[in-house]
T-cell receptor, first 113, second 113 residues
Framework: AQSVTQLGSHVSVSEGALVLLRCNYS??????LFWYVQYPNQGLQLLLK??????LVKGINGFEAEFKKSETSFHLTKPSAHMSDAAEYFC???????????FGQGTELSVKP | ETGVTQSPTHLIKTRGQQVTLRCSSQ?????VSWYQQALGQGPQFIFQYYREEENGRGNFPPRFSGLQFPNYSSELNVNALELDDSALYLCASSSEVVKNIQYFGAGTRLSVL
């Protein structure tokens, strides 16, 4: 069965510092990969996705992620954290086009002034 | 804002009762997926509906059931509520054209006492 592992349930960075949220997946074939963000008392908002093509994917709000097949990873980064980035971040995989999303446990990002 | 609306936003029920949650999908989307997000966890796939037919189901008991209507809106019904059913229930819609992207509503927070 496919699974998604997010390393670190909580990450804290200072404003202006690099953000790195880690995600590894288990799959026999490269799945479709996603990062979603969830602000308090809200639903999930798509940050970025990888389906095919370029392995470095740029998303909204300055976030990007790189698909590394050899490492089965899809880590999320942002060069400079803003206070408004504080939220819960979920990595997810989709094995079949249009199928279900399988989510990791989430990483809560805190940004210190 | 995704255009996916869910109602009600909050709900309190007692153990053994039945509940119906509603989802209005984004315009032009014919696929609806439902997820359960327990506190501190990632969302778990319940089932998906495509053109009024169930199109995949997660590891949830039969007392979780659903419907999709001709206008592609959807309902999630849960019978014989248990305390562990307390969670945020998320609905997501997607289109025939871009099947991989699911747009989420803000969710319904269900508390079972």
């Amino acid at each position: 069965a496919q699974s998604v592992t997010q390393l670190g349930s909580h990450v804290s960075v200072s404003e202006g510092a690099l953000v790195l949220l880690r995600c590894n997946y288990s799959s026999s074939v490269p799945p479709y990969l996603f990062w979603y963000v969830q602000y308090p008392n809200q639903g999930l908002q798509l940050l970025l996705k990888y389906t095919t093509g370029a392995t470095l994917v740029k998303g909204i709000n300055g976030f990007e992620a790189e698909f590394k097949k050899s490492e089965t990873s899809f880590h999320l980064t942002k060069p400079s954290a803003h206070m408004s980035d504080a939220a819960e971040y979920f990595c997810a995989v989709m094995r079949n086009q249009g199928g279900k999303l399988i989510f990791g446990q989430g990483t809560e990002l805190s940004v210190k002034p | 804002e995704t255009g996916v609306t869910q109602s009600p936003t909050h709900l309190i029920k007692t153990r053994g009762q039945q509940v119906t949650l509603r989802c209005s999908s984004q315009s032009g989307h014919n696929t609806v997926s439902w997820y359960q997000q327990a506190l501190g966890q990632g969302p778990q796939f319940i089932f998906q509906y495509y053109r009024e037919e169930e199109n995949g189901r997660g590891n949830f008991p039969p007392r979780f059931s659903g419907l999709q209507f001709p206008n592609y809106s959807s309902e999630l019904n849960v019978n014989a509520l248990e305390l562990d059913d307390s969670a945020l229930y998320l609905c997501a819609s997607s289109s025939e054209v871009v099947k991989n992207i699911q747009y989420f509503g803000a969710g319904t927070r269900l508390s079972v006492l």
